[in-house]
């Protein structure tokens, strides 16, 4: 076999052509439809985006000019500053509590969601009846946004850091409850049906075949949570629900851009810090899967 | 001819390929055979370059293909088509898809993303699904064949690539016999009828024995045999197997390896 010469497979093929074509013809002739099929769905998302644009009066020209305004807001950000030291420890105590919302938001409701998740799990519990009635309870939950749930919280206990972390809870129970029971279903039969063929219970069978396979999914969508909650509980904090939220509406209000561009950097710093430490507790995780 | 030249892998402070030189003619079929372990995967991933080489060359026809990257790397990958043990075929997508995953190299970056197959390309994935005599699953999932189909799929890809040289790893590993024969016979065929070069690892001596023309045996990362099929004497399977080899050479006790099953199951049938 030379390099230059056609390679027997393909001279094989070609000299087969005729009769391959034949012998398949729905290979070769598709039908047009599965073609545009994938045209028309791509042509109508393209001209309900258009039809959006346009009812919602989207505006070139209004951005450019505001823009320029923005920037106007840029030079007096800068530079960042809390103008005294004692305002400065006082937003970092905010911070502090901000991080603390969400750590006990995050955390609360996972442990909330753990059993949940397990219940609207179809390979868990087969019962269709309490496989619709966790689902449509943990959609109802998860329908509430947790600016919502926020200022509900607000009226009911008040003022306060307290009505931050049931606001945030709230929120993610519904979320986690999905995401973990869509994992759970994801998970791998094989281990299940070796924990059941030893004599092992139901029990047995979820806590030694399904949790392992799950756990490290789920601690990476909770720390994930954790960070982005962070985020979220600086926006409820400005409906009064605690942390540094309310200093930074504060001080948009009152036009202070310089301690505005100081409590955003504050609050990227400490984002970052989490998604740090979070990504090192994942990989370490994920590390001794095998292990467990 | 392909020429590995004192090639070497380590991973940390273990040895996986100690020091491996080998001369390979063009159209052989070249069993390698050893233990678990004994850095056989490890060679033939460095040849297609899926591992790289602590130390040592491979040449191709003169050509020193541990040096290539770019678009030389992905011509060399495509002139030496692997096959798996589990297969790696793409479970989601359908077979005829999997199959042409072999032209890629052939084709078009924005046609092969799109889809957009020609018919020729198509007529020369159908021709070797058929030699294998699964054209009529060319519609179906990937991941709903059984596994001898799927490594039959995965030995059509391996033939739309337009080899020079298939490396089979383990191909057999996770197959029962019937289909362990049906496909060491396709890799056979595809020896004996194109002339391309099959290097293949195997645990078990007697599969080795029937359908290669030359073994190479390794143990702890060094080739310890090389010659012809009949020329494995005792010792040197000994060597190769370590206390068991007794056992190993005579065909009426099993290996400790579950090939051995296979290859019982294997003679018995045939």
């Not at chain 1, 500053?81 to 603390?100: D, M, N, P, R």
């Not at chain 1, 019962?127 to 449509?136: C, K």
Request: net charge neutral; with cysteine.
């Amino acid at each position: 076999m030379s390099a230059g010469a056609m390679h027997p497979i393909r001279a094989q093929a070609l000299a087969d052509r005729v009769a391959l074509e034949a012998r398949h013809p729905d290979i070769f002739r598709p039908s047009p439809w599965a073609r545009a099929r994938a045209l028309l769905v791509v042509g109508g998302l393209a001209a309900l985006l258009v039809y959006g644009l346009w009812v919602l009066e989207f505006s070139p020209l209004k951005m450019i000019v505001g823009l320029g305004r923005l920037g106007e807001f840029m030079v007096h950000m800068i530079p960042p500053s809390t103008g005294t030291w004692a305002k400065f420890w006082i937003y970092l105590h905010a911070l502090a509590e901000t991080v603390a919302i969400a750590f006990l938001g995050v955390f609360t409701a996972a442990a909330i969601a753990l059993p949940l998740g397990f219940l609207a799990a179809k390979n868990v519990v087969p019962n269709a009846v309490i496989h619709f009635l966790s689902r449509r309870m943990l959609d109802t939950v998860r329908g509430v946004d947790e600016l919502i749930w926020a200022l509900i919280w607000v009226s009911v206990v008040g003022l306060g850091p307290f009505a931050g972390v049931l606001a945030l809870v709230c929120a993610n129970v519904g979320a986690f409850g999905k995401l973990f029971s869509e994992a759970i279903e994801a998970a791998d039969r094989k281990a299940v049906e070796g924990v059941a063929s030893t004599g092992g219970a139901k029990l047995h069978a979820v806590r030694f075949g399904l949790l392992p396979q799950v756990l490290p999914v789920m601690a990476a969508q909770v720390l994930y949570y954790f960070e982005s909650n962070t985020r979220s509980a600086t926006i409820i904090g400005i409906v009064g629900a605690g942390g540094i939220g309310l200093h930074l509406a504060e001080q948009i209000r009152v036009l202070e851009y310089q301690h505005v561009s100081a409590l955003i950097l504050m609050i990227l710093v400490t984002v970052a810090l989490i998604d740090m430490v979070s990504t090192r507790l994942r990989f370490a995780l994920i590390g001794d899967r095998g292990a467990r | 001819m392909l020429t590995i030249d004192g090639i070497s892998r380590r991973f940390g402070a273990k040895t996986a390929v100690s020091d491996v030189s080998l001369e390979i003619a063009g159209g052989s079929f070249v069993g390698i055979i050893g233990r678990s372990g004994a850095g056989k995967s490890t060679l033939l991933r460095m040849i297609n370059r899926l591992q790289e080489p602590s130390s040592g060359r491979i040449l191709f026809e003169g050509r020193d293909v541990t040096a290539l990257s770019g678009a030389g790397l992905r011509d060399w990958r495509q002139s030496c088509a692997m096959i798996f043990q589990q297969f790696n075929l793409i479970g989601r997508l359908d077979v005829l898809t999997n199959v042409l995953m072999g032209r890629l190299n052939h084709v078009g970056q924005a046609r092969a993303l799109l889809k957009m197959w020609t018919d020729e390309d198509k007529a020369v994935a159908l021709s070797a699904l058929e030699q294998f005599d699964i054209a009529q699953l060319a519609a179906q999932r990937a991941e709903s064949l059984s596994g001898g189909q799927q490594q039959r799929v995965a030995i059509a890809r391996a033939l739309v690539q337009e080899p020079r040289l298939i490396l089979a790893d383990e191909p057999i590993a996770s197959l029962d016999p019937r289909n362990t024969k049906v496909v060491m016979d396709a890799l056979q065929r595809i020896n004996r009828h194109f002339g391309i070069t099959v290097i293949c690892n195997l645990h078990s001596l007697d599969l080795a024995k029937a359908y290669c023309d030359r073994l190479v045996g390794m143990a702890q990362g060094r080739v310890v045999f090389d010659g012809a099929p009949e020329a494995l004497t005792d010792a040197a399977a000994r060597e190769l197997y370590g206390i068991e080899a007794g056992d190993v050479i005579d065909s009426h006790t099993p290996l400790p390896a579950p090939a051995a099953a296979y290859a019982e199951a294997l003679l018995a049938s045939a």
